[in-house]
């Protein structure tokens, strides 16, 4: 969607446009460097990822706090690259957020 003075993009819309499916072997060397973040598959994909845009800690702390949002464990990176698993991932500097979810002609959840 195109921006412009009678039709603004909101942050959301803009990041929805951003989300894809990956391999997530495509993503480990964004893990190799600390900086994937997953996400619940209960939680909205996009609104975590607005929620570190606008930097509302105390959000993000509380979603941390509650494990909706995590930094990828070992384990966890295993299970996906054994697996060949696709994930959805938003990218929200300086983070790589990934999702499980439907892998087919779906779209994250939101």
Do not use: Y
């Not at 994909?45 to 800690?57: H, K, P, R, S, W």
């Not at 990218?91 to 790589?96: C, D, E, K, S």
Request: with cysteine.
């Amino acid at each position: 969607m195109k921006e412009d003075a009678n039709n603004p993009v909101s942050t959301s819309q803009k990041l929805h446009e951003q989300t894809a499916l990956i391999a997530w072997k495509e993503l480990q060397r964004f893990f190799a460097q600390g900086v994937v973040m997953w996400v619940d598959e209960d939680c909205d994909l996009v609104e975590i990822g607005t929620f570190i845009v606008d930097d509302q800690a105390k959000k993000i702390e509380a979603l941390m706090a509650s494990s909706k949002l995590a930094a990828v464990s070992n384990v966890q990176a295993k299970n996906w690259f054994e697996r060949d698993a696709s994930l959805w991932s938003l990218v929200v500097a300086p983070f790589v957020l990934v999702q499980e979810g439907p892998q087919e002609n779906a779209q994250p959840k939101n």
